[in-house]
Nanobody, 124 residues
């Protein structure tokens, strides 16, 4: 059974940085395309970033381009989301997700497995 566990969330001030981590277990991590999504209160879950098996292909949602960086360490079965210059509008529960098919995934239905989420709160 595939399990994803996120960590690294917290309460920060605007302009600060956080790094989220997601460890996957249960199957060969290097064969998954990985993604990060977020869900703010009262809003739909939205795409944040995705990374290919090898890490050579990466894509970001417009609101986070230039501020967030997705990366992966296949030896550690871990995907990261480095978040810099945080804004209050980045406040949300952040979820990592794994996709077993080839190709980057940009919407929820592209992903087979999900973590439980980690809260990120940015105060102004």
């Amino acid at each position: 059974q595939v399990q994803l566990v996120e960590s690294g969330g917290g309460l920060v001030q605007a302009g600060d940085s956080l790094r989220l981590s997601c460890v996957i277990s249960g199957r060969t991590f290097s064969r998954f395309v990985m993604g990060w999504f977020r869900q703010a209160p009262g809003k739909e879950r939205e795409f944040v970033a995705t990374i290919s098996w090898s890490g050579s292909a990466i894509y970001y949602a417009d609101p986070v381009k230039g501020r967030f960086t997705i990366s992966r360490d296949n030896a550690k079965n871990t995907v990261y989301l480095q978040m810099n210059s945080l804004k209050p509008e980045d406040t949300a529960v952040y979820y990592c997700a794994a996709r077993s098919d080839a190709g980057l995934g940009f919407v929820r239905r592209n992903y087979n497995y999900w973590g439980q989420g980690t809260q990120v709160t940015v105060s102004s």
